[in-house]
């Protein structure tokens, strides 16, 4: 359950790769994140397999840091919810992103929460969002 006590942070892929792959931006997530309660869609975990992936074929060289990498995400504390899907549709096309931005965008709407992005798009999109007013389904 989300608290109230702690600032909380919607994180998406691109910024929780950094950290996760030890990317160049890792230093200036992670700042951004301490202290903060963590908040993922589920999905999520299935863009991470895709970064992973796609690392993977890259850099075949550095597999088993890869592979590591991507093992320790679970170790993290971050609280996963579920999306109102009906809605990311309106969203979308308002904001003229992808479905999977406009999970995110929801996500953080509903929550009051501030969205960590590396992606300038969908940073530039959560700046013209409105608040929303549906709690989000969390995952059991």
């Known amino acids: 359950m989300v608290s109230t006590k702690a ?3 919607v994180v998406d892929s691109s ?6 792959f030890n ?3 890792a230093g200036k997530v992670a700042n951004e994140l301490e202290n903060a309660q963590l908040v993922v869609l589920t999905l999520l975990y299935y863009e991470m397999a895709s ?3 796609m690392k993977l074929m890259l850099y075949p060289e550095q597999r088993e840091a890869i592979r590591a990498a991507f093992a320790d995400l679970p170790k993290l504390r971050i609280e996963r919810f579920d999306v109102d899907d009906r809605e990311l549709v309106d969203i979308a096309e308002r904001l003229q ?3 999977y931005d406009a999970a995110y965008l929801w996500l953080a709407e509903f929550l009051s929460a501030e969205l960590v992005t590396l992606d300038d798009q969908l940073a530039k ?3 013209r969002s ?3 007013d549906r709690p989000p389904r969390r995952r059991t």
């Open 15 to 20: 910024a929780l790769g950094a950290i996760a």
């Open 7 to 9: 600032l909380v942070k």
């Open 51 to 53: 970064v992973c992936h």
């Open 97 to 99: 992103v992808t479905a």
């Open 23 to 25: 990317e160049p931006a």
């Open 125 to 127: 999109a959560a700046k």
């Open 130 to 132: 409105p608040g929303r």
